[in-house]
Nanobody
Framework: QVQLVESGGDSVQAGGSLKLSCAAS????????MAWFRQVPGKEREGVAM????????YYADSVKGRFTISQDDARMTLTLQMNSLKPEDTAMYYC?????????????????????WGQGTQVTVSS
């Protein structure tokens, strides 16, 4: 059974950096997508970055390209999101998520992957 626990959220000034971590247990080596989502109250949840546990990063939202990096350690026990050059609009609750995939599927934000395991979230606040 996959379980996820996020940490690393904090309050920072614009231009600063944060590293979010997601302690993951029970994640298989293949046929799984791992992702970071974020949500602001009153707005839809947004997929920020995703990776295939077998091949690595597969998706970044346009709003974070070049600033955020998703990665996993070799044992797939920790999923991280390195966030640089933070902006006030990055303020949100950030969630780690996992979902199964068929071999031919790509881990992306098109809605084809059902992320059915979620962490509790960690708050990121960026002040101007």
């Amino acid at each position: 059974q996959v379980q996820l626990v996020e940490s690393g959220g904090d309050s920072v000034q614009a231009g600063g950096s944060l590293k979010l971590s997601c302690a993951a247990s029970g994640v298989p080596k293949t046929r799984y997508c791992m992702a970071w989502f974020r949500q602001v109250p009153g707005k839809e949840r947004e997929g920020v970055a995703m990776l295939d546990t077998a091949t690595g990063p597969t998706y970044y939202a346009d709003s974070v390209k070049g600033r955020f990096t998703i990665s996993q350690d070799d044992a797939r026990m920790t999923l991280t999101l390195q966030m640089n050059s933070l902006k006030p609009e990055d303020t949100a609750m950030y969630y780690c998520a996992a979902g199964k995939k068929f071999l031919w599927q790509r881990c992306g934000a098109d809605g084809s992957i059902t992320f059915n395991v979620w962490g509790q979230g960690t708050q990121v606040t960026v002040s101007s």
